[in-house]
């Protein structure tokens, strides 16, 4: 019996081990990228969260490993523990069905680095993830040796940007052999990430995979004005007033990622704080508690988000219109996973207006919403101006009312409203009379 996984001619450890958890069919990504990694290109990926990105790459570079030889073959780095961790697990699930061992081991800051010197000393792993700091720090100890790997990826390549490890992924970069394969993934290739893949990659082919659709059905896709409103209490009345199960706040930066939190931990929620600005250990312990659901509010920024990997999410609320828009997708992304309801609230201004309408230009659209007596009803649309602009102009124009409304302006009379009222409504008489004669 084939399975749809067999045109990429695949070892058939790797097509028991993909049928295991349940992948039928391969994702555009996945059609895009594996046959192009086994050919050898240099790859930048763009592709939206849930794609399938993990095993567009994982599959072509499991079926080039020589598990005989104990040497690094692939060198892995991702900007938090949480997603090195994700990694990991997909990069296990796949070795358990190897015929022969192949060895998976993560490397990540805050673990106890002399144990994992100790173990290098006696095996060097096939599959090395980790983070880039740690990861950086063994290589230059001695203690791992990469100089073997004919094969790097860098995963979510803007985040790593964000948060400040490019310069130790390009180190890492820099001590691996030339000529090697090197893939890049990100959400988005910011103009400050150019010069490290003009460095390190060779042509290398850009593959953009775009979600047909943009907005999972059951998303509700609310947008709010902020203009003369508290936008602190509009947000707290929000998390509030619809007991939502699990609520994921987006902010822009760092900044106000923490201003939101402290107004909200001021009115009594307990809420987690996640940005690029805290200390590793403390995130660690705050993705923990988000995992195991201690809190049902959290404050974040796009690109630190990323570690959250939760399935029950009812409810995002962008503080902000993102500043690069194609995070609203992926912000908006985060609920209605699974056919699951989710509810997707934007808050914008008046300085927002354009990016709006950038955002609907790409085909999404909004239900306009308002609070009112703590209750969530229905708003006008923002743009209902334009629109009866458009439709008073496309009604018949009557030469005989309008010049009538003329003179009695121009004379002021009394009654004159009346007047204009009475012939309409005679004209209306006239034209009923007309269409029963000619019935």
Known sequence: ???????????????????????????????????????????????????????????????????????????????????AEQLTNAAAQLAEHAPEPIIVQSFMGGTDKNRQVQKLQNTQPHVVIGTPGRLLD???????????????????????????????????????????QMLVFSATIPQKLQPFLKKY?????????????????????????????????????????GQPYLALVFAN????????????????????????GIPSRERRRVMRQIQNLDYQYIVATDLAAR????????????????QDLDFFVHR???????????????????????DIQIIENKGIAFQPKDIRNNEIVDSYDRNRRDKRKKTDQDKSFDPEIHGMRKRMKKNIKPGYKRKIARKKEEKKKRARRLKRNND
């Open 253 to 276: 930066t760092k900044e106000h990622v923490d201003e939101i939190s402290l107004e909200l931990k001021k009115k009594g929620l307990k809420v987690a704080t996640v940005h690029g």
């Open 332 to 354: 908006v992304g985060r609920t209605g996973r699974n056919q699951m309801k989710g509810i997707a609230i934007t808050l914008y201004g008046p300085d927002d207006e354009q």
């Open 138 to 180: 063994l290589i230059q100890s001695n203690a791992l040796r990469t100089h073997t790997a004919p094969f790097m990826v860098v995963d979510e390549a803007d985040m790593t940007l964000d948060m400040g490890f490019l310069e130790d992924v390009d180190q890492i970069a820099s001590r691996l052999p030339k000529g090697g």
């Open 1 to 83: 019996m084939t399975h749809p996984f067999d045109t990429f001619n695949l070892s058939p450890f790797l097509i028991e081990a993909i049928s295991e958890i349940g992948f039928n069919e391969p994702t555009d990504i996945q059609k895009k990228v594996i046959p192009e990694v086994k050919k050898g290109r240099d790859i930048i990926g763009q592709s939206q969260t849930g794609s399938g990105k993990t095993h567009s790459f994982l599959l072509p570079i499991f079926n080039k490993i020589d598990a005989s030889k104990q040497e690094v073959q692939v060198v892995i780095t991702a900007p938090s523990r949480e997603l």
């Open 201 to 241: 990659m060779q042509n290398p082919l850009v593959i953009q995979v775009e979600n047909e659709q943009v907005i999972a059905d059951t998303v509700e896709n609310w947008l709010m004005s902020t203009k003369g409103k508290n936008k602190i209490d509009m947000i707290y009345k929000l998390l509030t007033i």
């Open 307 to 322: 570690g959250i990997d939760i399935e029950g999410i009812s409810h995002v609320i962008n503080a902000e219109v993102p």
